[in-house]
T-cell receptor
């Protein structure tokens, strides 16, 4: 089954404790992206990657890191989480860059709470 | 700051009627426009995309784009209770690799 998976789905952590949210897709997509969704603010793009070893900042990259060592995986790293990073996070992928006709497929989301 | 604006709603529409959702964007260089549907607690799913001025129809859904006025709309004909969801407008700009989402319009179809 073609899908985007994220782990964990739910995470409660404390300020400053490094964490990684994994994202994996099995569709051989080149483009992958991370978003956060907050009430009243919609989805905001954190980072995106157009291919292996090619990543770039979205609109809200502060406090986050990403890496793209393999085509299928695009982990999101929070080196020192803070309470303002409490949010719902979505990973997404598409065959080509998002401006083309290719649909973005979203993962199920990761609900992160930073105390 | 590039922006995408949507009325947050809720927009309440009787079953069988036409639901009209609107979105405005600030960047005249925007190239691609998308409508996503998001059910409560679920991830967004693509409903339609449009690139050219005018209308694009797909089943009960019609997307309308007016680049001169910088707005894009989504019409849902013969609205069904299953259409009750939040609808997100999204716009790409610059290299088309970056995308901005609106905050979404919550649509409720009443029986």
């Amino acid at each position: 089954e073609a899908q985007v998976t994220q782990n964990p789905r739910y995470l409660i952590t404390v300020t400053g404790k490094k964490l990684t949210v994994t994202c994996s897709q099995n569709m051989n997509h080149e483009y992958m992206s991370w978003y956060r969704q907050d009430p009243g603010l919609g989805l905001r793009q954190i980072y995106y990657s157009m291919n292996v070893e090619v990543t770039d900042k979205g609109d809200v990259p502060e406090g986050y890191k990403v890496s793209r060592k393999e085509k299928r995986n695009f982990p999101l790293i929070l080196e020192s989480p803070s309470p303002n990073q409490t949010s719902l996070y979505f990973c997404a992928s598409s065959l080509l860059e998002v401006g083309n006709e290719d649909e973005q497929f979203f993962g199920p989301g990761t609900r992160l709470t930073v105390l | 700051q590039k922006e995408v604006e949507q009325n947050s709603g809720p927009l309440s529409v009787p079953e069988g009627a036409i639901a009209s959702l609107n979105c405005t964007y600030s960047d005249r260089g925007s190239q691609s426009f998308f409508w996503y549907r998001q059910y409560s607690g679920k991830s967004p799913e693509l409903i339609m995309f449009i690139y050219s001025n005018g209308d694009k129809e797909d089943g009960r859904f019609t997307a309308q784009l007016n680049k001169a006025s910088q707005y894009v709309s989504l019409l849902i004909r013969d609205s069904q209770p299953s259409d009750s969801a939040t609808y997100l407008c999204a716009v790409t700009y610059s290299s088309a690799s970056k995308i901005i989402f609106g905050s979404g319009t919550r649509l409720s179809i009443r029986p």
